[in-house]
């Protein structure tokens, strides 16, 4: 898939290594189609890792994908340089009067805080509450997840007092559902958290169905009935090294951490991590963006937007 971006963005080059099809401003705009507008805010503390991460999770239809990235103004990141945020990323201001086919909303390192005393919080709601009415579909990553089904549902997370931490065996619920169209019985998928939404709270709720789960892991994925409102607890746009960077940074830093779960060949952090859930990511990603943004969107945005029971 043709993914479209700015011409210098750093993640392009690598992607261009990778044999990863991504297509300039100018060329794309030859090319007389729509393109699906896709929205990114990124909340990671390192962006353009996430950015690296998620354009290519983003990578495997034959659509072409326009990426806008946003971030939020009432957190100062200390780990992205100002001019890499200035050149490549919007503001929640640019973007209000705009429309999207679908947005990504990613993970944060603030679960131990309550979400009201997060400095972005009041920012994050009105941005969730615009999703509403400018966003075919928007899909929530861990934190982010989390943070959504509070602020639409209700639903409060709880602190597991450990850090869930590795990657987990989760079984799929109903194959029926578009979202895990081609997933096998079992899959697998990292998660990186110290708090959860309750799999009791979740079924409380008429709304939201629940499309996998695993027993060590919990909740896994979960939608909202009508396909406009994904969410995902882990985190399966990690590359391979992700969850080990995670592990030596915090050893660095004293922090208490298990080893990762199911990640280092005979659990010995020397040896190259495995790498056993990329194909089931990308076909996560690619579902999404096909059956959740494509087929649901109208082509002029801003118009009537259909529904995954309008059209099943």
């Known amino acids: 898939m043709p993914i479209r971006i700015q011409s210098d963005l750093p993640a392009g080059e690598v992607l261009d290594r990778e044999n990863i099809f991504v297509m300039e401003e100018g060329q794309a705009d030859l090319q007389n189609i729509r393109p699906l507008e896709i929205l990114i805010l990124n909340l990671m503390p390192l962006k353009e890792d996430t950015e690296l991460q998620l354009l290519r999770s983003l990578s495997n239809t034959p659509l072409q994908l326009n990426i806008t990235f946003l971030t939020v103004t009432t957190h100062h990141a200390k ?12 503001e929640f201001s640019d973007i209000r009067e705009s429309f999207f086919d679908g947005m990504i909303i990613t993970g944060a390192p603030v679960e131990l805080m309550k979400f009201e005393e997060v400095d972005y919080w009041d920012e994050l709601c009105e941005i969730l509450d615009w999703t509403t009415d400018h966003v075919t579909s928007t899909l929530h990553l861990c934190w982010g997840a989390q943070a959504a089904l509070y602020h ?20 799929v619920k109903n194959k029926k559902i ?23 709270e979740i ?26 409102r994904i969410f995902v607890m882990g985190h399966p746009e990690y590359d391979r090294l992700t969850l080990d960077q995670e592990y030596q940074r915090d050893r660095k830093k004293g922090i208490p951490i298990r080893m990762p779960v199911n990640y280092y060949p005979d659990d010995d952090p020397d040896n190259k991590p495995k790498l056993s859930w990329r ?17 649901l969107t109208p082509y002029s945005l801003g118009t009537r937007v259909y529904t995954y029971e309008n059209l099943h």
């Open 279 to 295: 194909a089931h990511a990308n076909t996560l990603y690619t579902n999404w963006i096909n059956y959740y943004c494509y087929q």
């Open 79 to 90: 780990n992205t340089k100002a001019g890499h945020l200035n050149q490549f990323y919007q």
């Open 178 to 200: 578009p979202l895990v169209r081609g997933f096998d019985d079992f899959f697998f998928a990292p998660h990186s958290r110290w708090t959860e939404v309750s799999r009791d």
């Open 152 to 171: 639409h549902y209700g639903l409060s997370k709880r602190n597991l007092g450990y850090k869930l931490f590795g990657v987990y065996r989760h079984r």
């Open 203 to 228: 079924m409380k709720c008429d709304d939201l169905v629940i499309l996998s789960e695993s027993d060590e892991a919990g909740v896994f994925l979960v939608m909202s009935r009508n396909g406009r």
